[in-house]
């Protein structure tokens, strides 16, 4: 039976931390696969996104590039508008053999949140909950089951990274080097 990870986000931008916690969900939790799925227009965010979708696809498409476990796929971008993980779900699952498992990856700092998702209900139906913690987001106590995994690593986090890019200040070494070319080479920022 394949296992597929459901990784979904903003990425503006996507950041090492973001690497580690598909590595430790795929490791931990026996994944065949990562599949980093970049929102469209993410419901839960007030501000625009600092990078448009199809620069936050092209930034992780080079950062997973020759890692044969890692995918992006351009689903929400595609098909526009709020990107809602039932619509997520619901799609890859119709793609995927019957017998797949999907699980839908999340950080500690979610976990929390998932009841308040769009028909968590059936969302709980289409694929499983991992929660990979992040240092300072405390797991605390979530009201679905899910499976946690354990990162070690960086507190690190895409606001951050963004505050340092207004700021004027060097994102390297947050970032692969591969999205710090992207950015500086098509003069996205000024650093």
């Known amino acids: 039976m394949k296992k597929t990870g459901l990784f979904g986000g903003t990425f503006d931008p996507v950041h090492i931390g973001h690497l580690l916690m598909a590595r430790a969900a795929l490791e931990q ?25 199809q620069d936050r696809l092209r930034m992780i498409r080079s950062a997973i590039a020759g890692i044969p476990e890692f995918e992006v796929s351009d689903f929400e971008i595609r098909k526009g508008g709020k990107s809602y993980s039932i619509d997520t779900a619901r799609h ?8 797949e498992k999907l699980f839908f990856i999340v950080g500690g700092d979610a976990i929390n949140q998932l009841d308040n998702w769009r028909d968590i209900g059936q969302l709980k139906e289409l694929c499983s909950f991992v929660s990979v913690n992040r240092p300072g987001y405390p797991r605390g106590e979530a009201k679905l089951q899910y499976h946690a995994v354990t990162m070690n690593g960086i507190e690190m986090s895409s606001t951050e990274i963004r505050k340092r890019i207004l700021g004027r200040k060097s994102i390297r070494f947050l970032v692969p080097d591969s999205v710090l070319r992207y950015i500086l080479k098509n003069d996205l920022i000024e650093i």
Do not use: E, N, Q, Y
């Open 29 to 53: 939790m026996g994944l065949d696969r990562v599949i980093f799925i970049p929102s469209c227009v993410p419901p839960h965010k007030k501000m625009p996104t600092l990078f448009s979708a």
């Open 92 to 99: 890859f699952r119709s793609i995927a053999p019957g017998d």
